[in-house]
Structure formats: C-alpha cells, structure tokens
C-alpha cells in the first residue's frame, strides 16, 4: 500500500523550530511534485509550500516566507519541512502531500497524503 508516515510535530515555544519528515512507502517522489498543507482549528486546509517535480523550484504562502524550508532527499524517498521562528499562529495540523503540479505554493492534483502531524506553538 502506498502512503506517507509524518513524523516531528510537537510543542514548541513561539520563535522555536521544529522540522517535519515525512517518509514514502511504497512509491517513490520523484515523478511528483510535494507540498505541505496545514489545518488550523476550525479553519480549511491550506497550501503552505511546495517544491516542483521538474526543476524543483519552491514556492511559499507569504505567512511562512524567510522561515520555512521544504526540501526532499536524493533519493527522493523523505521529505522536509523545516519550519523556524514558530508563531503561534503557526499551529495546526500539518500534511504532507504528493501531486501533480505546484500552483503556487499549492499542490495541485494530490495523490497522497500524509496522516497529519500536530504542531503548536505557545506563545
């Protein structure tokens, strides 16, 4: 069965980091492009950030501009979210998804996801 396993969220302090992983198993990113999308309470899923399948361009919602890095290993098997300067509106559940295309810094065309990761952040 192909999914992804998160790992990495937790609570943390507002201006603290915290780096999300997120691991394929049984497929391989490399035909895809990935994104991170987050949840807030009450609120829709939304795209944070995604990095393009071709030339592995990356694009970021402008809340998380300067403080968040996406980025996949060589052998495309994990990828990354490196999230610094936590705010507390931060906070959410956060998923990790494999598509077809980046729309911006929204992944396009999802055909996995992630099982979600809790991130807070207390201010």
């Known amino acids: 069965q192909s999914q992804f396993v998160e790992s990495g969220g937790g609570l943390v302090q507002s201006g603290g980091s915290l780096r999300l992983s997120c691991a394929a198993s049984?497929?391989?990113?490399?035909?895809?492009?990935i994104g991170w999308f987050r949840q807030a309470p009450g609120k829709p899923r939304v795209g944070v950030s995604c990095?393009?399948?071709?030339?592995?361009?990356?694009y970021y919602a402008d809340s998380v501009k300067g403080r968040f890095t996406i980025s996949r290993d060589n052998a495309k098997i994990t990828m990354y979210l490196q999230m610094n300067s936590l705010k507390p509106e931060d906070t959410g559940l956060y998923f990790c998804?494999?598509?077809?295309?980046?729309?911006?810094?929204?992944?396009?065309?999802?055909?996995?996801w992630g099982q979600g990761t809790q991130v807070t952040v207390s201010s």
């Open positions: 998804a494999a598509g077809a295309f980046c729309s911006g810094n929204v992944l396009g065309a999802v055909a996995y």
């Open positions: 049984g497929f391989t990113m490399g035909g895809y492009a």
């Open positions: 990095l393009s399948k071709i030339v592995s361009n990356t």
